[in-house]
């Protein structure tokens, strides 16, 4: 058995307008013996699964053209192929959607090869967590939302749809609190 679970070579579809993370990555799967398909944009991702027909998929959520919509493109036009959804921007809610999407796993960056691979098998790695908790998820969430409102609590509590004072609570936790 490969490590992260994979029991045979997989033919694998990258999709990442990073090419330096791609570049990295495909080393990292090729060298445990899958083969690997890069694409940097959504018309790309499209072109390559039909050309190359892979049995997995690994989705930019943040790319040219967009990551969600290539994993629903993918579960519409081609269900047997397994898409996992890594992004460096996490939030509760692109993950309800991706998973809704199609994709099977969605993971936030930095992620082991590892725990990549596992995602697709539902079995993660003994010493790693797949998503971060979801005191860390929606504290992040909190953050953005009130950066975007450039500090105003009661503005991003009006977008987050919750009392002022609750948001206020929350921030004074912290981080994972």
């Known amino acids: 058995m490969n490590p992260g679970g994979a029991c045979t070579t997989e033919r694998i579809l990258l999709v990442d307008d990073d090419k330096s993370f791609c570049q990295?990555?495909?080393?990292?799967?090729?060298?445990?013996?899958?083969?690997?398909i890069v694409a940097h944009s959504l018309e790309?991702?499209?072109?390559?699964?039909?050309?190359?027909?892979?049995?997995?998929?690994?989705?930019?959520?943040?790319?040219?053209?967009?990551?969600?919509?290539?994993?629903?493109?993918?579960?519409?036009?081609?269900?047997?192929?397994?898409?996992?959804?890594?992004?460096?921007?996490?939030?509760?809610?692109?993950?309800?959607?991706?998973?809704?999407?199609?994709?099977?796993?969605?993971?936030?960056k930095p992620v082991s090869v590892d725990e990549l691979l596992a995602a697709f098998t539902g079995v993660a790695p003994q010493e790693a967590t797949l998503a971060p908790p979801i005191e860390v998820v929606e504290w992040e969430h909190l953050q953005r939302v009130l950066a975007d409102c450039e500090g105003n609590i009661s503005e991003a509590a009006r977008r987050l749809k919750m009392h002022r004072r609750t948001l206020q609570r929350k921030l004074a936790r912290g981080r994972g609190g």
Do not use: C, F
Request: hydrophobic share 45%.
């Open 24 to 36: 990295a990555l495909s080393s990292a799967l090729r060298r445990r013996g899958h083969e690997v």
């Open 44 to 108: 790309e991702g499209l072109a390559e699964t039909v050309a190359w027909q892979p049995s997995r998929a690994i989705v930019d959520l943040r790319m040219p053209g967009g990551g969600l919509q290539l994993v629903q493109e993918l579960a519409k036009n081609h269900p047997e192929i397994l898409s996992v959804v890594l992004t460096g921007y996490g939030s509760i809610s692109t993950a309800v959607e991706a998973v809704k999407m199609g994709a099977v796993q969605y993971l936030t």
